[in-house]
């Protein structure tokens, strides 16, 4: 059981780590892309297709790596009036039914539906179709499922973390 929580815990760093160490500098460059080039457009009047792509692409990445950082620190939107009212068991169980109904099925769907894209990206060496446009394109388009093995893998965990909270046994009873 030790080894067990051990690991669970390592899967949880990975994804803590992922949101401290490269997500969270990207919000920072974000921020910092969408400054400049709201002052080189207003103020210089000039804009570049690169920025532009940059803005959306760090924007995607953000977003889809830090989705599994999100889940571990119950960061996802649900109707949280219900849910906040309820009981840790029961809060457990709708964490488990909505691991099985609607994470499980999704990122299953995505990925195998976005791999064979990738690849097909990186055969090719894709890359912007606009002049002056973000080379490397297929680098973007990796994060897709690499995101969602994140935020599949911190799911399992959640479910598997849910799951024994609804195994413990009431307090006072033995």
Same mark, same amino acid.
Do not use: C, N, Q
């Given at each position: 059981m030790k080894a067990f929580k051990k690991t669970i815990y390592a899967c949880?760093? @990975?994804n803590e780590l992922? +949101?401290? *160490? @490269?997500? %969270? #500098? %990207?919000?920072?460059? *974000?921020?910092?892309? @969408? *400054?400049s080039n709201v002052i080189m457009r207003y103020v210089f009047n000039i804009s570049f297709v690169f920025m532009a792509e940059l803005e959306w692409h760090i924007f995607a990445f953000i977003f889809l790596m830090g989705a599994g950082y999100t889940l571990? &620190?119950? +960061? &996802?939107?649900?109707?949280? @009036? =219900?849910?906040?009212m309820v009981n840790r068991k029961k809060q457990a169980a709708i964490n488990i039914a909505g691991v099985l109904i609607f994470l499980i099925p999704s990122c299953y769907l995505v990925l195998t539906t976005s791999? #064979?894209?990738?690849?097909? %990206?990186f055969k090719i060496g894709e890359v912007s179709i606009d002049p002056g446009g973000i080379p490397a394109r297929f680098l973007l388009k990796a994060t897709l499922p690499a995101g969602y093995i994140l935020m599949l893998i911190q799911g399992i965990l959640l479910f598997i973390k849910? *799951? =024994?909270?609804?195994?413990e046994k009431p307090e006072g009873r033995y």
């Open positions: 949880d760093k @990975i992922m +949101g401290s *160490f @490269i997500v %969270a #500098p %990207a919000v920072i460059l *974000f921020i910092l892309v @969408i *400054f571990l &620190h119950d +960061g &996802h939107v649900r109707v949280d @009036i =219900f849910y906040s791999i #064979p894209w990738v690849f097909d %990206a849910s *799951f =024994f909270i609804l195994m």
